[in-house]
Nanobody, 123 residues
């Protein structure tokens, strides 16, 4: 099983980026995006179910949108109105448990990860 990410880069504050994560070799009911800075733990910022039930961290709600193309097995993260504090490495993750959608799984319990993609937002 592989989760392959793309779409990171450098953008000015107020700009937009779209991240993509393609899952190869399996289908997961729950998919999501984490991010991690040098000084912080990896945090879940958006999650979705196969039926497009979504959940967001307060820090990104209203600016980021997670979506899925079930047929292509791709999950997206549309990031709008980006801020310098959004600068981080973004990781795609997958799980089979509903606790994932509720942001209730410890990071240590997540087995399936993408390789990470860097997002840098300049002020």
């Amino acid at each position: 099983v592989q989760l392959v990410e793309s779409g990171g880069g450098l953008v000015q504050a107020g700009g937009s980026l779209r991240l993509s994560c393609t899952t190869v070799g399996a289908f997961f009911v729950f998919m999501g995006w984490y991010r991690q800075t040098h000084s912080n733990q990896r945090e879940l910022i958006a999650a979705t179910s196969q039926h497009n039930i979504t959940n967001y961290a307060a820090s990104v709600k209203g600016r980021f949108t997670i979506s899925r193309d079930i047929d292509k097995n791709i999950v997206y993260l549309q990031m709008n109105n980006l801020k310098p504090e959004d600068t981080a490495v973004y990781y795609c993750a997958a799980d089979t448990r509903e606790y994932f959608l509720r942001f209730a799984l410890p990071v240590s319990e997540i087995v399936y990860w993408g390789q990470g993609t860097q997002v840098i937002v300049s002020s």
